[in-house]
């Protein structure tokens, strides 16, 4: 279906807008009766919401009219905050129909924000633009997935050739060295990225797989570090080896939950160790995994008890 964007399409400067509480039935609620419209809840002191933002504002421009997109600061609108339940920021929502119809929390990578745009565009009954990058990205990943190690590195490495500073080919291609086992070399990727990129949400997330790839190496016997957990509570660094070695052997829900609890006995033990390690966790995982979101939830109960 080809979307008609002559007669009803928003102007430029319609498509993005800051709301407040006064204007977010107008620009949110009414708007999204006939069009799409993201809500991204943000504040000036949040740092992942810097990031999130501007890609945000680049998917909705690029669609060009078929979704809009409304910013919402919680500072300066806790009634409406409070009312939609926004527990931690950056928070963001889909509305149409007057209704929510997606969202998610945390920073999203540039290629998972764009899927999201289409997503909410086609649950309008529009068709996303093609974005051919993005999509062969998409295309590398599930090849990877399905152990297709060497296609997905062509594909990667194509989009590079197109794009030398694509941050979502740079993170695939690190990915398949891990895969593969070859750490040196997924280092040697990450270490060859461009500066620009280098901070990115893909190659953070790239940084902190390759990093638990390499205690995944090092990890030792799951039965024995549980063992001596249960001979001894407050044996932390058993615990810390503990949570490493459910997560080498994939059970990442169970290695937060140690890190939590370790967390909960001594958060300062070993310079805070247990926080460093979930964050690590936390950044190579997609940030609206469950295990994400449970996670940040939880050590946020803690830190502001």
Same mark, same amino acid.
């Given at each position: 279906? *080809? ?72 500072? *300066? ?29 945390? %920073? ?39 152990? %297709? ?12 050739? *197109? ?41 953070? %997330? ?100």
């Amino acid at each position: 279906m *080809e979307l008609n964007l002559s007669a009803a399409a928003p102007q430029a400067a319609d498509l993005i807008k800051d709301v407040s509480e006064a204007t977010f039935m107008a620009d949110v609620v009414e708007a999204s009766q006939t069009v799409p419209v993201i809500v991204d809840f943000w504040a000036p002191w949040c740092g992942p919401c810097k990031t999130l933002g501007p890609m945000l504002e680049d998917a909705v421009r690029a669609a060009k009219g078929a979704v809009k997109m409304a910013k919402v600061n919680v500072d *300066e609108a806790q009634n409406i905050a409070g009312q939609l339940q926004i527990q931690s920021i950056p928070t963001v929502y889909a509305f149409y129909k007057g209704q929510p119809v997606d969202g998610f929390q945390g %920073a999203l990578p540039a290629s998972e924000v764009t899927a999201f745009v289409e997503r909410v565009i086609k649950a309008g009954g529009g068709e996303a633009p093609s974005d051919t990058l993005n999509d062969a990205v998409v295309a590398a990943d599930e090849m990877l997935a399905e152990g %297709a190690f060497e296609d997905a590195a062509q594909t990667f490495q194509a989009i590079l050739e *197109e794009d030398p500073a694509h941050a979502g080919a740079y993170g695939g291609l690190v990915r398949v060295h891990i895969a593969k086992g070859d750490l040196d070399h997924a280092e040697a990727v990450l270490n060859g990225a461009p500066i620009e990129i280098s901070k990115s949400p893909e190659l953070e %997330a790239a940084h902190a797989q390759l990093e638990l790839a390499r205690q995944a190496a090092n990890a030792g016997p799951v039965d024995e570090y549980r063992a001596a957990v249960e001979a001894n509570a407050d044996d932390h660094q058993a615990r810390f080896d503990l949570a490493q070695a459910l997560h080498a052997h994939g059970d990442t829900e169970g290695a937060v939950a140690e890190l939590l609890e370790l967390f909960r006995r001594d958060r300062e033990w070993n310079d805070g160790a247990a926080k460093a390690q979930l964050f690590t966790i936390f950044d190579a995982l997609k940030a609206n995994d469950p295990v994400v979101l449970n996670g940040r939830r939880k050590l946020s109960s803690m830190i502001f008890v």
